[in-house]
């Protein structure tokens, strides 16, 4: 079977017997049918347990996987790793072609692992009798509906680690050597982010068999893919990494995120009690990483920050910016300056103003304070000449935003933006989304005022495909790594 | 008038004249009123316009400062920068101290900027005759209870730019050159942290009388504040702001945390628009900053985490880490590698345990998976142990922040923590707390889980003194700090 086969089998499987399944909520096995159940994955379930009688969820316990009629495509293994090689073996006889092993115990504690793990290698004859995801894995999430839509089949968890009941489809891809990232932390950024549209999350734990190569030659044909976002603590084959991650150059909806883990010899040592993996030389990392081209993370709030806006851009198909020539609409000078000082830092600049914009700019501000010559806008002193003159002051912002979008020299606009429930009458940020969506440049908020209101603004405009984020810095490196990107994709 | 004396009016006015008060809910003479008026403000206060009739929340309206019968300690200007010249010289006549004036339209527009400002020296004699604070400023802060107290008064709240109903006082001063961070962004981060304990905020403007310097000079001696929290584009008299600074190697109890914006090119362009602050020497602005041995903050979401976190620190007397020696309690072997990594990079340590705290840790986990050396624990297989052993794994958990705590070798300890309501039977974090709050050692932490779980474990952990973070990094470097202003205290 091609490896594109095998992920195919793993991600989609008409049939998954849970080995370890338990009636006991407590433990993993119970919350792997769980998350089967409740997310109405359409496929067959047998849960595996010799010592359970009755039924689980209305499915009934068989003693073990030759005890199954039906054809099994995927089993998911949560037992003890001592038990692992015999219910292997069961699954070979059975022809079942892949299992998600998420029980830990090999390479990352010395001897007794690696015995394990030779056990392993002989009873599947190197991998060719069955392939493995794992072990010290959490496993598999694919979403293909929203939790609160009334679709048919919402998607297949299988994980362990806790029952999923808030996500969101969508065109981002994880692949992780931290069960956590298919665990909690994706728990937690899909229900605070609920914009967060997530299609695939792979836990490769030791990647004993399968690993980041298989997941990311499949997702980088993947339609449905744009945004692959990686955590590794090692790379299983650097030469076969670095090409596949050169091939994001050539497509244009495509982007890798990675975050090494064991870049420093304090994480390395880390990594060695974690997933087995063993030191690298961090001049060779930092070799791979460079040619392969892609965005690199420093660490987890990155990388789900940049996938989510790498995932908007691509929703609304946005020019990338290539030279890095933003502009400010803000209300405070301080802000302004901040963003200009970090602006700076990150290679990013305000570039002047086309002649005709600035022109028609210096009509709409007042003589004793007209606009900057570069793009950086402080709006209250037109806002203030358009209510002594008894204009609407919206229709002021409005119009600035029109300039911004229109002046051929701005390849994306940042926002500062106040948001209070008392003064909604002085916001028109919907028809400003809407003119956002209906421009090709990229636009992102730094959003503060009364929580609630700032909660509600940063849920309509998420929505909508437009970013807001919870420091200036935070807007201002997300910018950044769109420019970075398109810079990747055109060095040779 | 001694200028401690001068900054105590300021702060602590018995009698206020709101110069431009209005019936006007969009105005900002109006905000001013309001807001003493709502927040319980227990001097006089004084609406001035002589184009009102009537009253303002009861307060009779006046046509000018010398209609006003009673003394006035401050005048709060709302009003266009040209009428300010003429009221400033009744104030004066009254017997006016101290002037806040919030308009703008002086140095930073240049030529008519600058004539006014000529104006204002000739008319206040050098301000000998009435002192100065702005313009271009947004008022003073000073907190005196909570908002959902029931105490007579609550603060005093001179600013214009909205009603603040969410704060609680507490060690923080705030002096800044950017009117947000006494206006919008100070009302966001109040009703989103609502453990964050501010004493005063005072927005300096183009501070073309008061400074940093009077500001900060009142701060050290005032032992109601521990943090000094400082936003600066430009340095009114940077010898006497070192010298300033210096003093808090002598005092245990305080520290500053500056935010200086102008550092690049790009951001003095924006300064100069914004508080008319001429550019400064790049070279110049770091060699102040690393002689005044303050702590640096990049931006503003730095300056107020950095605040938070010293605040709670001196809030329960903990001892600064010196040395960077730091644990970590953890779930997750990604988290634990990224944790270690990051903190190399800022150059903190896992130390190792010593003898006793190691061999009482191997105790208590499994033999297949012994704990590390180093002071990275991933408790998991202690759980896992004392569950094979019916014993309470929650015993474990705090068994394990025991150790820690004793461990001499160790300064300060990191956690990363999963919030689940599912889970909440399996969560002692109260008790945990308790511990933490009888150990010398800053206890951080990192939670993740069902959002409105982490908030509420969240908010506990604040109203302990205990801080949260929203990612690894901010953790890390919210830890980094401690150590930093301990070596700057003991740097000669």
Redesign the interface.
């Known amino acids: 079977m091609s490896n594109n086969k095998i992920i195919d089998l793993f991600l989609n499987p008409k049939s998954v017997a849970v080995i370890g399944a338990s009636k006991n909520p407590m433990k993993g096995g119970h919350r792997i049918v769980e998350n089967l159940v409740t997310n109405n994955f359409k496929g067959k379930i047998f849960p595996i347990n010799p010592n359970s009688e009755g039924n689980l969820f209305g499915l009934e316990f068989k003693k073990s996987v030759l005890d199954i009629e039906e054809e099994v495509d995927l089993a998911i293994f949560y037992v003890p790793n001592r038990k692992i090689p015999h219910i292997l073996d069961e699954c070979i006889q059975k022809g079942i072609k892949g299992a998600i092993i998420e029980a830990?115990?090999f390479e990352?504690?010395g001897e007794?692992g690696l015995e394990l793990r030779d056990q392993i290698l002989k009873i599947t004859e190197n991998f060719s009798k069955i392939r493995i995801m794992g072990p010290n894995c959490m496993g598999l999430t694919r979403i293909n509906g929203d939790s609160n839509s009334e679709d048919n089949e919402r998607g297949g968890f299988f994980t362990s680690f806790?029952v999923f009941y808030k996500y969101k489809t969508g065109n981002i891809a994880i692949i992780?050597?931290?069960?956590?990232?298919n665990g909690?932390?994706l728990?937690?950024m899909m229900?605070?982010y609920q914009d967060l549209g997530i299609r695939y999350s792979c836990s490769i734990g030791n990647k004993m068999d399968l690993s980041e190569i298989e997941f990311l030659d499949y997702f980088l044909e993947d339609p449905t893919v744009n945004v692959i976002a990686v955590?590794l603590?090692s790379f299983k084959d650097p030469r076969k990494f670095i090409e596949l991650c050169r091939k994001t150059k050539a497509k244009i909806n495509k982007t890798i995120i990675l975050?090494k883990?064991?870049?420093?010899?304090?994480?390395q040592?880390?990594?060695l009690?974690?997933?087995g993996a063993l030191a690298e030389n961090s001049q060779l990392i930092n070799a791979i990483i460079k040619q392969s081209g892609v965005i690199q993370a420093?660490?987890?709030?990155?990388l789900f920050q940049f996938a989510r806006t790498f995932s908007m851009m691509y929703n609304e198909n946005k020019v990338m910016p290539k030279k890095g020539y933003i502009s400010l609409i803000t209300?405070?000078?301080?802000?302004?300056?901040?963003?200009?000082?970090?602006?700076?830092?990150y290679g990013l600049?305000?570039p002047d103003f086309s002649e005709k914009i600035y022109h028609r700019l210096v009509e709409i501000f007042p003589e004793?304070?007209p606009p900057?010559r570069?793009a950086?806008v402080?709006f209250w002193p037109a806002m203030e000449k358009a209510m002594m003159n008894n204009n609407n002051p919206l229709d002021i912002m409005k119009t600035v935003y029109g300039f911004l979008i229109e002046d051929e020299n701005i390849e994306g606009i940042l926002n500062m933006m106040?948001c209070?429930k008392?003064w909604r009458s002085f916001s028109n940020y919907k028809q400003i989304v809407e003119s956002i969506n209906n421009a090709s440049k990229p636009v992102f908020y730094w959003l503060?005022?009364?929580?609630k209101e700032?909660q509600r603004v940063s849920r309509y405009m998420a929505d909508h495909n437009v970013p807001s984020f919870?420091?200036?810095?935070?807007m201002i490196k997300n910018f950044w790594i769109l420019v970075q990107d398109s810079m990747n994709k055109n060095i040779g």
């Open positions: 830990s115990g990352e504690v007794n806790g992780s050597q931290s069960g956590m990232l909690g932390y728990m937690y229900e605070k955590y603590e975050v883990g064991g870049l420093t010899p304090q994480g040592r880390a990594t009690s974690h997933t420093k660490n987890f709030h990155e209300g405070s000078g301080g802000a302004g300056t901040i963003v200009a000082d970090i602006t700076a830092e600049k305000f004793w304070m900057n570069f950086l402080d106040f209070s008392r503060i005022g009364e929580v700032v919870p420091s200036l810095e935070d």
